[in-house]
């Protein structure tokens, strides 16, 4: 509402914001607008090549919209709706940071010939957990040296998707490993 905008520019004011970024079109629209309104620079930061819908107010507010990857950018649908605003910001790794960090394998009950396959994310179906799941139970019934690490917070809105994941996960075809 009208009221919600009002109420977030206020408040984006007072805290002296000085750039928004969002994830994803559609995402918190009244706080993208009141940062509009209160001429805070606003950055959409796109993780999946849905595309932008005519409609979307997302779309003029955003200073800058940046895409994960060039694929994710190549595959947006009617990625020209965004006129010269889009562009790709690579993630960037640190992985001298990794190479100083300490193994955790021990940790989590694996060996030295275990080989982990995993995913930090929500849990929740766009990420495809139920797709890892599956894959899981494919590739354990062959195999004996696989370990599956699925970490992340249940999603939004999205608890009968995580109690089904968990339910699935502790499945005796995927003897523990997982």
């Not at 409609?55 to 919209?65: E, G, S, T």
């Amino acid at each position: 509402s009208i009221f919600s905008v009002l109420r977030q520019a206020e408040l984006l004011k007072r805290w002296r914001i000085d750039l928004l970024h969002v994830n994803e079109f559609g995402w918190n629209l009244d706080l993208v607008l009141a940062a509009w309104m209160a001429r805070i620079p606003v950055i959409l930061h796109v993780h999946t090549p849905d595309g932008v819908a005519l409609q979307n107010l997302d779309r003029f507010a955003a200073r800058k919209v940046l895409f994960c990857s060039r694929s994710v950018m190549e595959n947006f649908v009617r990625v020209d709706r965004l006129g010269g605003r889009a562009e790709v910001l690579y993630n960037r790794i640190d992985t001298e940071a990794f190479a100083r960090g300490r193994k955790i394998a021990t940790n989590l009950g694996l060996d030295g010939r275990d080989i982990a396959i995993g995913t930090v994310a929500q849990v929740s179906q766009r990420k495809g957990i139920d797709i890892i799941l599956e894959s899981a139970r494919i590739l354990l019934a062959e195999r004996d040296d696989l370990v599956f690490l699925i970490v992340g917070p249940e999603a939004q809105n999205e608890r009968e998707f995580c109690r089904r994941m968990r339910a699935a996960a502790e499945a005796p075809a995927l003897r523990g490993r997982v």
